[in-house]
């Protein structure tokens, strides 16, 4: 008979990491290999079986492409073994939510793929990195977590790959949903959706590319000029992403020459610097040539856009469409 397990694979992040005292506020990520996270893990009594492999030593803030590219050949791998029940990634919190968007629009969502961290380190008072990888377990070997997409479960939450952000520096309650909140609530002993799967049975979106287009994310701010825009344009970028003012806006200097761009075959996103809201499409979208971002932030709305251009997509039209989808 075959033994049912949960593929874990290891990145690194403050999850792993050590400080050398309980008391100091610096530390180094991605100190303790996944052999001695699985010993620890064991240790609670957690009845699943786990295999692990270390894909990379590091804190999220160094995640490459290259490790994307095998982390995901990983998860296919695992996603077409029968009797692999689900996935968890440690991970860095600084960009978890990238990672779990990316594959949340590259993977199907037959099973479980779950991203989990820590906001503290291993060895320092009130570490989170145990307490959050056994609720990661939780959800991984729950039937129901399938058709969700994928997930990112902390601090006793469980967010989706399209809402999750990193709200916060510090602290246990570091990440928030957008639009939606948590999806689910989870301890060691306990797992609680707060809706139905809307993603079931549903394939990858888009292709994954381990090369992708290059897009720039240009950051509105008083006083913005072109010169913004033209540089960006000069180092060769793809697509733009503007994390403009409040709806998306930028001084109009700034608004022309993006139109430009748009006119020229650049695509165009309107996201926002403000930490939470929508938006929306406006008149003048249809006549610049614009995208707007709806719910996605500037890293989320960067991804969405380099897969969309990747996969041959350029038009407007379709793209508005994959940025309107949830």
């Known amino acids: 008979m075959e033994v049912k397990y949960i593929r874990v694979l290891a990145t ?4 792993a990491g050590t400080a050398g005292s309980a008391m100091r506020r610096d530390y180094v990520p991605g100190q303790i290999g996944i052999e001695q996270l699985l010993s620890e893990v064991a240790g609670l009594g957690i009845s699943a079986e786990l295999v692990g492999e270390q894909f990379a030593s590091i804190g999220s803030e160094d995640i490459t492409p290259a490790i994307w590219a095998r982390l995901h050949h990983a998860c296919k791998c695992a996603l077409a073994d029968d009797n692999c029940l689900g996935i968890i990634i440690t991970h860095g919190t600084d960009t978890a939510e990238e990672t779990a968007f990316l594959f949340d629009q590259t993977l199907p ?18 570490s989170d990195g145990l307490r959050n990888f056994a609720n990661a377990v939780q959800v991984a070997n729950d039937p129901a977590s399938g058709g969700r997409g994928v997930l990112l479960v902390m ?5 989706a790959a399209r809402d999750v952000r990193k709200a916060r520096t510090e602290g246990m309650e570091a990440f928030r949903g957008f639009p939606r909140g948590p999806v689910g609530h989870v ?3 306990s797992l609680e959706w707060f809706g139905p799967p809307w993603r079931e049975g549903e394939g990858a979106r888009f292709a994954f590319h381990e090369t992708m287009p290059k897009v720039s994310i240009l950051f509105a701010y008083a ?4 010169d913004d825009v033209a540089l960006a344009l000069a ?3 793809a697509g733009l992403v503007l994390a403009g003012f409040g709806h998306g806006t930028a001084p109009q200097p700034v608004r022309a020459a993006l139109a430009t761009a748009a006119a020229q075959g650049v695509p165009v996103v309107r996201s926002t610097r403000v930490d939470e809201g929508l938006v929306d499409r406006e008149p003048d979208d249809d006549t610049m040539g614009f995208i707007a971002a709806r719910a996605l932030g500037p890293p989320k709305a960067r991804i969405l ?5 990747a996969n041959g997509i350029t038009d407007p039209v379709r793209a508005q469409e994959a940025f309107d989808r949830r």
Do not use: C, E
């Open 223 to 226: 006083g913005m000029s072109a």
């Open 305 to 309: 856009l380099q897969l969309l251009l």
């Open 187 to 189: 301890t060691p002993n």
């Open 235 to 237: 180092g060769g970028t």
């Open 12 to 15: 690194g992040g403050t999850i």
């Open 155 to 159: 601090s006793d939450n469980i967010f």
């Open 109 to 126: 969502t037959s099973k479980p793929i779950i991203l989990v961290g820590a906001m503290r380190a291993a060895d320092a008072v009130g």
